[in-house]
């Protein structure tokens, strides 16, 4: 059965078990595919990439709420304790 590989760069898990910063690095930023007898079981992903994809997922999220939110009518409130 033929898989879909979404990186440029692959690498085996005995690849990633013998060293992996190397394995990381070959991806040169970008995620690394890791294979299992040529299967594909999981994308490796450096911090960097991996904290701007949370953000944007984020981003969208809120947005997402904003524009449910958009025609919602405004409520003037007091925020004074006293």
């Known amino acids: 059965m033929a898989n879909l590989i979404l990186s440029d760069t692959s690498a ?3 690849e990633l078990k013998k060293n992996p910063m190397a394995t990381v690095e070959a991806g040169a930023g970008m995620p690394v595919t890791i294979l ?24 969208q999220e ?5 524009k449910a939110r958009e025609n919602q009518p405004l409520l003037d409130l007091d925020l004074d304790l006293d």
């Open 12 to 14: 085996s898990v005995s």
């Open 36 to 59: 299992n007898r040529n299967q594909p079981v999981f994308y490796c992903v450096p911090a960097h990439l991996y904290e701007k994809m949370l953000e944007i997922i984020d981003d």
């Open 62 to 66: 809120l947005a997402t709420l904003v």
